[in-house]
């Protein structure tokens, strides 16, 4: 299923020029990890279109000491950081459209987009729209979100890309729109 800019603009009106740089990218990506039916893609999009404003922010925003908290302690442990305050946690800030975070995700995502370790020494990356929009869809597909998205379990698929049900509302609202648009 393809997606013409002006689904894509009505679905994210705040995208605007957005929408043109990142269509190709978010239709390629979406047919490799099989995002490829209206269920799958309205709700996709309104996770990535929560995530990255829609298409405006491809970097976690965040002062430097926001960022700190994935550099020390149990949640560094968790995302594969090293617990030391050296800096890995700003270094692997969430990136892409659904904001890939830590060095255990960044090495998983680097693997299954180039068979090697690369976003380890170059994060950044996946602030270009060709890898926001493969890594968004990637962790996608990595989380079994598909199946989810085919049975509607929406605030499932909300609680593996949050952790919790951070944004709700505007999700929400970002679905019924590209249900609306996508038909």
């Not at 269509?23 to 390629?28: F, T, V």
């Not at 990255?52 to 976690?60: A, D, F, N, T, W």
């Not at 998983?108 to 068979?115: D, E, K, Q």
């Amino acid at each position: 299923m393809y997606m013409t800019l002006e689904q894509l603009a009505a679905v994210f009106p705040s995208a605007r020029l957005n929408a043109g740089v990142f269509l190709p990218a978010l239709n390629q990506a979406m047919t490799r990890w099989e995002i490829n039916t209206p269920r799958r893609v309205a709700a996709f999009l309104a996770q990535v279109g929560h995530e990255s404003g829609q298409l405006r922010y491809v970097k976690e925003l965040g002062s430097e000491r926001y960022l700190a908290r994935y550099d020390t302690g149990n949640l560094a442990l968790r995302l594969g950081n090293t617990v030391e305050a050296d800096g890995d946690g700003q270094l692997y800030c969430g990136r892409g459209l659904i904001q890939i975070t830590g060095r255990n995700n960044y090495r998983a995502c680097s693997v299954a987009l180039f068979g090697d370790d690369r976003l380890l020494g170059q994060p950044q990356l996946l602030e270009q729209p060709q890898w926001a929009a493969e890594s968004a869809a990637w962790f996608w597909h990595s989380r079994g979100l598909n199946p989810l998205a085919d049975r509607g379990e929406f605030n499932r698929i909300t609680r593996h890309i949050n952790g919790g049900l951070n944004g709700l509302e505007e999700r929400l609202k970002l679905l019924a729109r590209a249900r609306e648009v996508l038909g």
